[in-house]
């Protein structure tokens, strides 16, 4: 099988004790984390930033660590997931109109990553969650994270 390539790009934070991730909500299709098509002769690195600057108008990012990938045999899709980092303390909210799909507002916000995504997030983006969750207890990657 063919996979289309996407790429993820992963923003934290901590909030009162909390590690919260960036989302944002599409006014069409409910709340998601930002991603897109890995474009020929692209990389999913340089996707990454590429797909945060057009959706989020975050522009000054840089890519920490890779993640790892994600399968999603039913709907063809091979998610690269990558944290990043940006140089300055984003918003609580935040909205940015993107010209993806004739032009839309995204509503950005934190969502808390120790609270399970509701039903109104479509099944990848719930399995994204859940890995990111996942990915974010294993010591070597916190160690990493918090250093030493």
Not at 75 to 96: K, N, T
Request: with cysteine; glycine share 10%; aromatic share 10%.
């Amino acid at each position: 099988m063919k996979f289309t390539d996407k790429a993820c790009p992963v923003i934290l934070r901590q909030r009162e004790g909390r590690l919260q991730i960036l989302a944002f909500r599409h006014p069409l299709a409910g709340p998601q984390l930002v991603k897109g098509t890995v474009e020929e002769g692209e990389e999913p690195r340089q996707t990454v930033l590429r797909e945060l600057g057009e959706e989020s108008g975050v522009e000054d990012a840089r890519v920490i660590e890779p993640l790892g990938q994600l399968l999603f045999r039913g709907d063809g899709q091979r998610w690269h997931l990558f944290l990043c980092q940006v140089p300055r303390v984003l918003p609580d909210a935040w909205i940015h109109f993107t010209t993806d799909g004739g032009g839309h507002n995204f509503a950005f916000f934190w969502h808390d990553l120790d609270e399970p995504p509701g039903d109104e997030w479509y099944p990848t983006y719930r399995s994204a969650l859940e890995y990111v969750r996942k990915r974010l207890k294993d010591p070597d990657l916190v160690n990493f994270l918090t250093g030493p």
